[in-house]
């Protein structure tokens, strides 16, 4: 018996595809497990939250991106990906926890857009609000 072949053209991802944030787990056990379902919006730790959020953006899920932003500095809308964008991949540089509901992480994100690559290397700021972690903003060291 041959396994049915998914041709769908969108940027939904197989889950057991191995995971864009690049943990190396499957989707369904990396950052699918807080996209939806049960655990929905539940990520454990800062990090795990700003992974989601890089897979997020590369499954152009704006509905979650918005859910996991802090309301103080929540943007009205979101874009999605512009056509011919790939996201090459994330490296999580650090994970500070400041306190119970405070944390930064700093992080590199590349990404080509129409052919150029693109770098964006970011600490961002998180708080957990009523028991969910959500992004604040961001600097952008030299
Ligand atoms: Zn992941």
């Known amino acids: 018996m041959s396994r049915p072949v998914n041709v ?9 595809t191995a995971c864009p944030c690049g ?20 990520a454990l730790t800062a990090e795990a939250l700003m ?16 859910q996991t932003w802090h309301p103080d500095t929540r943007p009205l809308a979101l ?4 056509p011919g964008c790939k996201w090459l991949g994330l490296h999580v540089v650090a994970h500070a926890q400041q ?3 405070h944390a930064t992480v700093e992080f590199i994100a ?24 959500l992004y604040l903003d961001g600097e952008f060291p030299a």
């Open 8 to 16: 769908s053209a969108n940027s939904q991802l197989d889950t057991s």
């Open 23 to 42: 943990t190396g787990l499957a989707y369904a056990a990396c950052c699918g497990r807080w996209h939806e379902g049960a655990q929905h919006l539940q």
């Open 51 to 66: 992974r989601s959020r890089y897979t997020a953006f590369v499954q152009d899920k704006l509905d979650y991106l918005l």
């Open 79 to 82: 874009e999605r990906n512009p």
């Open 99 to 101: 306190d119970a509901d």
């Open 110 to 133: 590349r990404r080509r857009d129409a052919g150029r690559a693109t770098r964006l290397h970011e600490t961002s700021r998180f708080v957990r609000l009523d028991g969910r972690w």
